[in-house]
Nanobody
Framework: QEQLVESGGALVQAGGSLRLSCAAS????????WAWFRQAPGKERVFVAA???????PTYADSVNGRFAISTDYKTTGSLQMQSLVPEDTAVYYC?????????????????WGQGTQVTVSS
């Protein structure tokens, strides 16, 4: 099973930018879909963005569409570029992968997860 490690989380002011990274290792199968989810304390884990090799068209949650950009080499590295950050973006951000060839917004569809990285946006 693939091992994932997120990095890049930080404290930033509203309107700022941040880039999160996801490093993968120990893969036993190709990860054709990469995704990001986030979870605030006391809240459920929700979908943020995903991208698959087929078509290379990313999908985004309405709350981040136009502000975030997901990318990956489909091998060892994934990234989430975040811009125009707002306090509502504050959460632990998780990287996830699956072998399926199309994006999914369901956490249950992703067998591989990192431990998360904290993003805090101050007003």
């Amino acid at each position: 099973q693939e091992q994932l490690v997120e990095s890049g989380g930080a404290l930033v002011q509203a309107g700022g930018s941040l880039r999160l990274s996801c490093a993968a290792s120990g893969r036993t199968a190709e990860a054709y879909t990469w995704a990001w989810f986030r979870q605030a304390p006391g809240k459920e884990r929700v979908f943020v963005a995903a991208i698959s090799w087929m078509g290379r068209i990313p999908t985004y949650a309405d709350s981040v569409n136009g502000r975030f950009a997901i990318s990956t080499d489909y091998k060892t590295t994934g990234s989430l570029q975040m811009q125009s950050l707002v306090p509502e973006d504050t959460a632990v951000y998780y990287c996830a992968t699956r072998t399926g060839s199309r994006p999914s917004d369901d956490p249950q569809a992703y067998p591989n997860w990192g431990q998360g990285t904290q993003v805090t946006v101050s007003s």
